[in-house]
């Protein structure tokens, strides 16, 4: 009795040398596939989560599309059509309404440097670390004196692309490409060494200006410090 | 001394056993240095100076032109031939008076080319666009596949042989110095015996297990250390139940983190461009991809040949994302055949559990790096952090709150300081620990 319920030590260290290697072996091999969880109806949603996998769907993914005609909030129509005829318009003919702040300066520069900067360089200059490394080559500068570079060119850009370069419409909403655009006009000034854009002052007539660009900041947090 | 009959063998031979176990699962190999062969270009042909003309290139056309495969422009390899000197001046600086003017070859190119306008540069020379008409001549590199082929091996299909050999021969070795010893063993018992030495021959003692079981305290000892340790184990297999840390997917397409947001030094809210607006991060669309991938449709970068991350490896995963966009590189055009590309989400919270992106990113001004860790240095993804409740409360108990110019919450800010008596709040203190902020 006594006998077998005692295990020999020898045996003992071989055990646990087993499970712990065992234990080694299974916490190296499963990276690949998610671990098991307790309850796992507590885990998974009921609805359709976001980026999930489900049957019902086209290729089984929840990601889709939205449908056609369907318009994001705060979206506001854009006129000008995605050709060169358009670009030369919007070049004269849009203007900016956004007012020029503090506030709006700072969220451009730093909207800058997240989607610009990588190719058009911090100052503007088509200097950015891309053209550093040459994976894109030919970037202009803002003052590049074969185009001319004007309010409306740059946010018609934004929204489109040209050549080489995309459109950033999905990823900024409009405030955000009309801060930007503060910022390269800045940028662009600061280039040719002239003056920047004049800061107003936040009278009432600023706020007022744009009720409906204010709505689609709604989202738009304030910053708190802008690097650079 | 010879008595010793190898009763602790096989205690010995686990342990090595193990000992082989751990070194191998951890073995890496000193990177072999491949010297990245470099063709010198050829002279050009014809006048102007190649290499003003590259710079020049560079600097104005390869925005939209490549040499030898079309951009947003044609490809411009021996464009002196296609045309006049005397044309291309005027084109060049200012193709669309040129067009209107009605030279009926610039209207060609012009409508040949999907009537896109080309950029005036009115500052370039004649002799600076003698240059670069020079260093269109520069005849194709040939590629350096041969080098990689050799040193490479079978290298996508990972390190398995040279390992697997390695292993065999050790355990052949191993096998053969047990096989000495016992001989060894032997011998010296025969010539011990020959010579007539009498060695000790060990007075019968009780086997050692029964001397262990006769002594209560060790026993008493030795349990209670087994139920601790087994406690301890069983502790730690529990908790790591549900936690995915260490979750690194097979995606579908080979996209390194490492070379995009640390070699490119890209801003991670770039590609998750709503982590700064929504509850999620985003899983960047195609379109992303293509504004960047449109131009860059091969890799030219660090290779890690022992892995298997060479310059094809990485250009075929860019030709796989172009098969799944539909964009035909030929034409430089979208086809419209698109196919889904199935990326596996590796954060995942339990359905019971909130968390925001844009409450971390934009309000509270944290890095990304801070959990989801060194992003820029993985080349395959992987969840840094537990994801845990506890992680999370970690967190909120020891981050202050930052209310630099935000105005709204300054009043609470002050009242709560002051009814804490502290200069400074953390998360947890403004709220961030009610059940109801996560957990609805």
Not at chain 1, 48 to 77: H, V
Not at chain 1, 122 to 143: C, H, N
Not at chain 2, 72 to 89: N, R, S, T
């Amino acid at each position: 009795m006594k006998m077998t319920k005692t295990i020999n030590m020898k045996k003992a260290i071989h055990i646990s040398m087993v499970i712990i290697a065992s234990v080694a072996i299974m916490s190296c091999s499963n990276t690949n596939s998610p671990n098991y969880q307790y309850m796992p109806n507590m885990y998974k949603p009921v609805g359709y989560e976001t980026y999930g996998q489900y049957d019902i769907f086209e290729n089984e993914m929840e990601a889709k599309l939205p449908a056609n005609g369907s318009i994001p909030r705060g979206w506001m129509p854009y006129e000008y059509e995605n050709s060169t005829a358009g670009l030369e318009l919007a070049r004269t003919e849009l203007k900016m309404t956004l007012p020029v702040t503090e506030e709006n300066l700072a969220k451009g520069a730093q909207l800058y440097e997240i989607y610009c900067a990588v190719c058009h360089g911090t100052k503007g200059d088509g200097q950015g670390i891309l053209m550093q490394r040459e994976k894109f080559l030919g970037i202009p500068s803002y003052a590049d004196p074969g185009r001319n570079i004007t309010e409306g060119s740059i946010y018609h850009v934004q929204m489109f692309g040209l050549n080489a370069m995309g459109s950033y419409a999905s990823q900024t909403n409009e405030l955000e490409r009309w801060q930007i655009t503060q910022h390269v006009l800045n940028l662009k000034a600061a280039l040719k060494g002239e003056a920047g854009l004049i800061v107003e002052t936040m009278g009432e007539n600023a706020v007022d200006n744009l009720p409906q660009l204010i709505e689609s900041a709604e989202d738009t947090v304030v910053v708190d410090a802008v690097d650079n | 001394m010879i008595k010793v009959k190898f009763r602790n063998l096989p205690t010995q031979l686990s342990l090595l056993l193990l000992a082989l176990l751990l070194t191998f699962s951890t073995t890496t190999y000193a990177q072999e240095d491949m010297a990245a062969a470099t063709t010198e270009t050829a002279p050009a042909a014809g006048e102007g100076d190649a290499a003003a003309g590259k710079t020049l290139f560079n600097a104005n056309c390869a925005a939209c032109h490549k040499l030898y495969k079309k951009g947003v422009g044609p490809a411009l390899f021996g464009v002196g031939d296609k045309y006049d000197k005397e044309w291309l001046y005027k084109w060049i600086r200012n193709s669309q008076d040129f067009i209107k003017s009605g030279d009926p070859q610039a209207i060609a190119v012009f409508e040949a080319n999907n009537q896109s306008v080309m950029t005036a540069f009115p500052a370039l020379s004649d002799t600076d666009i003698d240059n670069i008409i020079a260093y269109t001549y520069t005849p194709k590199p040939e590629p350096t596949v041969a080098v990689t082929g050799a040193t490479g091996g079978g290298g996508g299909e990972g390190n398995g042989p040279t390992n697997n050999i390695i292993l065999a021969a050790l355990a052949l070795i191993f096998l053969l110095l047990v096989v000495m010893l016992v001989l060894v063993n032997k011998t010296l018992r025969r010539i011990a015996e020959a010579n007539g030495v009498e060695y000790e021959v060990s007075e019968k003692r009780p086997p050692i297990w029964k001397a262990f079981v006769q002594n209560q305290f060790l026993v008493f000892v030795t349990s209670i250390f087994l139920l601790l340790a087994s406690g301890y184990f069983a502790y730690g297999w529990m908790m790591q139940v549900g936690v995915d840390q260490g979750y690194a997917p097979v995606q579908p397409i080979h996209y390194s983190h490492k070379i995009h947001a640390g070699d490119n030094l890209i801003d991670c809210n770039y590609c998750h461009s709503s982590a700064r607006k929504s509850k999620h991060s985003g899983i960047p669309s195609l379109n992303v991809c293509m504004n960047c991938h449109k131009m860059i449709s091969e890799y030219n970068g660090e290779e890690d040949v022992e892995k298997g991350y060479t310059k094809e490896f990485y250009t075929n995963e860019i030709k796989k994302l172009y098969d799944a966009v539909g964009w035909d590189e030929n034409t430089q055009s979208y086809t419209g055949e698109e196919k889904p590309v199935k990326w596996v989400r590796i954060h995942n919270l339990p359905d019971f559990a909130y968390f925001n992106h844009s409450q971390h990113v934009t309000v509270a001004g944290i890095a990304c790096q801070t959990c989801h860790g060194p992003v820029e240095e993985m080349e395959i993804m992987s969840q840094f952090s537990p994801l845990t409740m506890g992680w999370c409360i970690t967190c909120h108990r020891e981050t202050n709150v930052d209310l630099k110019g935000n105005e709204y919450y300054k009043k609470i800010h002050e009242e709560l300081s002051k009814k804490y008596g502290v200069d400074q709040l953390t998360i947890a203190q403004m709220g961030g620990l009610e059940c109801g902020k996560c957990h609805y």
